[in-house]
């Protein structure tokens, strides 16, 4: 079977044709109405001279012509590129010239004048979808790319994950045979189409007959009106960041959304007292998954289950296709329970990052654990430990470990212990103080449960039980939020502000 996610898409059209394919406040649409639109732009796009290996880049909002231009990127054989209206213009300008994009496709004709001059654009609500086209398309090899996706550098330029067909689809067959999503499946697409969460928020529903709710970006943010959204569209699963998950809980909406079934959960550590705050008001599944861009959306998921010992949930077993390596610093395996390093191999792995030749090399390492001479691992990381039983323990960022006072130190574990107090629902910790490294301190932010009236005596009293000292936050400011970045994830640069 041909792992391209347009061909599974096609395919499901001929099963289901009058199935409700897209759902949304402005319309809904059916398989042969969204394939009729896929065709339409495709045509379009070849029209346009687009052919197949080109990057095609999307300056969109979210909404069903969305899905049909990706789907029709998709088709001519040209990999997507995400540019998210509320990005920078100069980085979006950055992704263009670096991807050699030949064209970007928009709803936003008024906005477009951050784009290099010599790169055409297309303005798709100026394409007559009404119009029944049947183009001649172009053969489409698995292991082309399906998109690329920039990521945060360290050098300070984002960088292109380049990732292929093929694991996108065995990402979205692992998920349908663990899932099993019927056509009267319903999946909640509201991540940001420049994080490949969204990938399997679209793509998932539509190779199995579901739908997908498409939400706009002022309801997702406010947790009322996304309730109601979900009870609109009797929606059946959703995957949300921590961060915005606890707003969520917070504002006690999910009682009403009895449709939902199934609540996922990834991009940052999940505290266990955040899956016991939701099991409360959620009597479904709660699903924690991990993975990096690099390892195409997902590579390990575990089952939440309320009141379990460890402060931070665990990110589990890998998923088929995928194989995990926890080693130390010289590449040796570390035994059961110790702490090493996670690496990622398998079917799952992007192709590298675009023109980056030496930062793939530096993170796509030669997998010395494998058969096959030419099998990369991915660096993830992370720092990881193995339960008894297998499950795989997160704890925290080797390159977000921070040195202070002679002491190292990982502030997610801090973070962790704050969440684990039953009056605090969210907090981050930063390093404050001189640039020098002189005079650095520890800063933690916290959000009150429920915004009730907190002690930082007490909060202080209970830190110094679970924490040595030298790990102990100087100073405490409880806010009523924390800043976020366009994926739901805490924005440190933002605390640091303050």
Request: charged share 20%.
């Amino acid at each position: 079977m041909s792992r391209l996610v347009h061909v599974q898409f096609s395919k499901q059209c001929a099963l289901t044709p009058d199935n409700i394919a897209l759902r949304s406040l402005s319309e809904n649409i059916t398989y042969r109405e969204l394939e009729l639109r896929v065709n339409t732009i495709a045509h379009q796009l070849l029209s346009l001279g687009v052919g197949s290996g080109d990057v095609i880049g999307v300056y969109m909002d979210r909404n069903n012509h969305l899905v049909a231009t990706l789907l029709a990127i998709m088709n001519v054989g040209a990999c997507y590129l995400p540019l998210d209206p509320y990005y920078p213009h100069n980085r979006l300008a950055y992704m263009v010239e670096h991807s050699d994009t030949k064209l970007v496709v928009t709803n936003r004709a008024n906005e477009m004048d951050w784009l290099p001059v010599d790169c055409a654009w297309m303005d798709i609500l100026g394409v007559d979808l009404s119009n029944v086209v049947s183009p001649i398309l172009p053969d489409v090899d698995e292991q082309q790319l399906c998109y690329i996706m920039y990521t945060s550098g360290s050098t300070g330029t984002p960088k292109g994950v380049m990732v292929k067909h093929s694991t996108v689809v065995n990402y979205l067959n692992w998920m349908q045979d663990a899932f099993q999503l019927g056509e009267d499946g319903r999946v909640l697409s509201q991540t940001t189409y420049s994080f490949d969460i969204s990938v399997w928020e679209m793509f998932w529903p539509l190779t199995t007959g579901a739908s997908t709710a498409l939400i706009c970006e002022e309801a997702k943010y406010d947790p009322v009106l996304l309730a109601e959204f979900i009870l609109q569209h009797q929606v059946t699963v959703a995957q949300f960041v921590p961060t915005a998950l606890r707003i969520i809980v917070d504002a006690s909406v999910l009682s009403q959304c009895r449709s939902l079934e199934h609540i996922f959960s990834g991009g940052e550590a999940l505290p266990q007292c955040l899956v016991d705050d939701l099991s409360a008001q959620f009597s479904g599944h709660i699903h924690n998954l991990y993975g990096p861009t690099e390892a195409t959306i997902f590579a390990c998921h575990w089952q939440c289950q309320a009141n379990a010992k460890d402060a931070i949930v665990p990110i589990g077993y890998p998923i088929p296709h995928a194989d995990v390596i926890v080693l130390d610093k010289s590449l040796e395996l570390v035994e059961q329970g110790g702490c090493g390093e996670l690496y990622l191999a398998g079917d799952i792995l992007a192709l590298g990052y675009l023109k980056r030749d030496d930062l793939t090399a530096e993170r796509f390492l030669d997998d010395p654990y494998s058969l096959d001479g030419k099998a990369k691992m991915y660096r993830t990381g992370d720092l990881v430990s193995v339960r008894e039983d297998g499950a795989l323990l997160f704890h925290g960022r080797v390159d977000t470990q921070v040195k202070l006072r002679g002491h190292r130190i990982e502030l997610a574990e801090i973070e962790a212990q704050l969440q684990a107090l039953s009056y605090v629902s969210n907090a981050a910790v930063i390093v404050d103080g001189s640039d020098d490294g002189k005079n650095q301190y520890l800063t933690a932010f916290y959000v009150p449960y429920q915004y009730q009236e907190t002690d930082i005596q007490a909060i202080k009293r209970e830190m110094a039980k679970v924490l040595p000292y030298y790990m102990q936050p100087s100073r405490y400011y409880a806010v009523d939020s924390l800043p976020t970045l366009p994926n739901g994830k805490v924005c440190k640069s933002a605390l640091s502000a303050q």
